[in-house]
């Protein structure tokens, strides 16, 4: 009988001490030092991504890198229908015509083209050769250009350098002009187009291509698929590089903005690219 009495006496208390830790007062101080803990996880979370993408954007402020040009950066600047403003305009005068001509010019004076062409050859292609047309009878373009445009080379040479120009390219146009900078940068002789380092840049080029689609379009699983044989394959290239020198292996490296986690880790198709 003692024993009951004892034993009923433990669970009164522990029921009052229950009942006690189990208040709406405990409750909320419970929820509220869980919010507080959830809040400070995900400030530390977030500075955490803040430093990594710091860490990232100085790894990738490289010479190389800088040199590349970006499509959205290029088509943001200037509008190809632009090009009619400079064959309209009225002759009211040599002066005045030049005038115009040059508040109508559009900005695509990069020295940048869409063909491996030399600056040479585009001074000759859009300055020489429209005034050697126009002293030779204004033959040149001829049926083709709007009448107004006809018998002004500097309309004629502005109309030439604004089709052929990279800010007037597709974004194809813009990825073969990086493609071409990566070989001129990486090519250890005139023509160099298959040492690693040459392939590596080439590769690093789509790679960042697909990275900034892939932001985008987030359910594109067959291009996530393609960046990730790519990531692969250009891993592979400087491993091997790694074998034949390491002083050119780390100077790639260095060059293409990469650690060496990045290529001798763990390589996982991603499933967002941030």
Same mark, same amino acid.
């Given at each position: 009988?003692?024993?009951?009495?004892?034993?009923?006496?433990?669970? @009164?208390? #522990?029921? &009052?001490?229950?009942?006690?830790?189990?208040?709406?007062?405990?409750?909320?101080?419970?929820?509220?030092?869980?919010?507080?803990?959830? #809040?400070?996880?995900?400030?530390?979370?977030? *500075?955490?991504?803040?430093?990594?993408?710091?860490?990232?954007?100085?790894?990738?402020?490289? &010479?190389?890198?800088?040199?590349?040009?970006?499509? *959205?950066?290029?088509?943001?600047?200037?509008?190809?229908?632009?090009?009619?403003?400079?064959?309209?305009?009225?002759?009211?005068?040599?002066? #005045?015509?030049?005038?115009?001509?040059? &508040?109508?010019? !559009?900005?695509?004076?990069?020295?940048?083209?869409?063909?491996?062409?030399?600056?040479? /050859?585009?001074?000759? +292609?859009?300055?020489?050769?429209?005034?050697?047309?126009?002293?030779?009878?204004?033959?040149?373009? #001829? @049926?083709?250009?709007?009448?107004?445009?006809?018998?002004?080379?500097?309309?004629?040479?502005?109309? +030439?350098?604004?089709?052929?120009?990279?800010?007037?390219?597709?974004?194809?146009? +813009?990825?073969?002009?990086?493609?071409?900078?990566?070989?001129?940068?990486?090519?250890?002789?005139?023509?160099?187009?298959?040492?690693?380092?040459?392939?590596?840049?080439?590769?690093?080029?789509?790679?960042?291509?697909?990275?900034?689609?892939?932001?985008?379009?987030?359910?594109?699983?067959?291009?996530?698929?393609?960046?990730?044989?790519?990531?692969?394959? !250009?891993?592979?290239?400087?491993?091997?590089?790694?074998?034949?020198?390491?002083?050119?292996?780390?100077?790639?490296?260095?060059?293409?903005?990469?650690?060496?986690?990045?290529?001798?880790? /763990?390589?996982?198709?991603?499933?967002?690219?941030?």
């Amino acid at each position: 009988m003692a024993s009951l009495v004892r034993c009923a006496a433990r669970a @009164g208390r #522990a029921a &009052a001490g229950r009942a006690l830790h189990t208040t709406p007062r405990a409750q909320g101080k419970r929820l509220s030092n869980r919010k507080a803990e959830l #809040a400070e996880q995900r400030a530390a979370e977030a *500075e955490a991504r803040r430093q990594a993408e710091e860490r990232l954007r100085r790894l990738k402020d490289t &010479a190389f890198l800088n040199s590349l040009e970006q499509p *959205e950066r290029l088509f943001s600047t200037t509008q190809i229908t632009e090009q009619d403003k400079a064959a309209s305009l009225s002759a009211t005068g040599p002066a #005045a015509a030049q005038d115009d001509a040059q &508040a109508v010019r !559009r900005e695509a004076r990069s020295g940048k083209f869409l063909s491996s062409v030399d600056a040479e /050859e585009m001074r000759m +292609v859009t300055e020489a050769a429209p005034r050697a047309a126009a002293g030779a009878g204004g033959l040149f373009g #001829a @049926g083709i250009l709007p009448s107004p445009a006809e018998n002004r080379p500097e309309v004629q040479g502005d109309i +030439v350098r604004r089709v052929v120009a990279l800010e007037n390219a597709n974004a194809k146009g +813009v990825v073969h002009y990086n493609i071409r900078r990566a070989v001129e940068t990486f090519g250890r002789a005139a023509g160099d187009s298959g040492s690693p380092e040459v392939q590596a840049a080439v590769w690093t080029v789509r790679i960042n291509q697909l990275e900034d689609h892939l932001r985008i379009s987030r359910k594109d699983h067959q291009n996530r698929r393609a960046y990730t044989k790519l990531l692969h394959k !250009r891993a592979k290239m400087l491993k091997y590089l790694k074998r034949e020198s390491l002083e050119r292996y780390y100077l790639c490296l260095k060059q293409l903005g990469l650690t060496k986690d990045m290529v001798e880790g /763990e390589i996982l198709q991603p499933k967002r690219i941030e």
